[in-house]
T-cell receptor, first 118, second 111 residues
Framework: GAVVSQHPSWVICKSGTSVKIECRSL??????MFWYRQFPKQSLMLMAT?????????EQGVEKDKFLINHASLTLSTLTVTSAHPEDSSFYIC??????????????FGSGTQLSVL | DAKTTQPNSMESNEEEPVHLPCNHS???????IHWYRQLPSQGPEYVIH???SNVNNRMASLAIAEDRKSSTLILHRATLRDAAVYYC????????????FGTGTRLTIIP
């Protein structure tokens, strides 16, 4: 089946540094990818929708200059948390929609990245 | 987005069937009903989806009410590996539309 690979699976960084998270669709093309954030015991919150070759669409309240999203190819989207602070510590999850998929098709999710900012 | 409501938590004994309910009274005619589950420290995984008719796959069954205002995910024989948060989500016709997650149901399996 289709696989979405997300790296790294966990990262610890110092406050003020930047962290890049990669999301790859391994055996299909994904025009659209989604980035979610999840705090402990809470549901997934959509941060932004990433479209190949164009600017990402951010959800209300998500700072686009802090969470930089690049979707340069049909198989790769990256999320960079710039100048990370302890409040950015969270579980980040990407999801990919197969190009041309309809609403009766499933989304594929990465395994998530646990970010801890010291 | 049409909303769904699910119980916050449920418990079930191992090797017994589990029925996870979901209400979606504002569903539109073109909304598909999707179920995903999230195991601890992992990303969500697809379980099943349907439109009007009941659906079966190797993981579960989906029973959809005739008026489509509710549905039930059925795990026929729960195992400890089925302990997860189960999300019932509606998807509109456009396939590249985002999935909006509700609070889901945290399923605990009792050995």
């Amino acid at each position: 089946g289709a696989v979405v690979s997300q790296h790294p699976s966990w990262v610890i960084c110092k406050s003020g540094t930047s962290v890049k998270i990669e999301c790859r669709s391994l055996d299909f093309q994904a025009t659209t990818m989604f980035w979610y954030r999840q705090f402990p015991k809470q549901s997934l919150m959509l941060m932004a929708t990433s479209n190949e070759g164009s600017k990402a669409t951010y959800e209300q309240g998500v700072e686009k200059d802090k969470f930089l999203i690049n979707h340069a190819s049909l198989t790769l989207s990256t999320l960079t948390v710039t100048s990370a602070h302890p409040e950015d510590s969270s579980f980040y999850i990407c999801s990919a929609a197969r190009t041309g998929s309809l609403s009766n098709e499933k989304l594929f999710f990465g395994s998530g990245t646990q970010l801890s900012v010291l | 987005d049409a909303k769904t409501t699910q119980p916050n938590s449920m418990e079930s004994n191992e090797e017994e069937p589990v029925h996870l309910p979901c209400n979606h009274s504002t569903i539109s005619g073109t909304d598909y009903i999707h179920w995903y589950r999230q195991l601890p420290s992992q990303g969500p995984e697809y379980v099943i989806h349907g439109l009007t008719s009941n659906v079966n796959n190797r993981m579960a069954s989906l029973a959809i009410a005739e008026d489509r205002k509710s549905s039930t995910l059925i795990l026929h024989r729960a195992t400890l590996r089925d302990a997860a948060v189960y999300y019932c989500i509606l998807r509109t016709r456009a396939g590249n539309e985002k999935l909006t997650f509700g609070t889901g149901t945290r399923l605990t399996i009792i050995p």
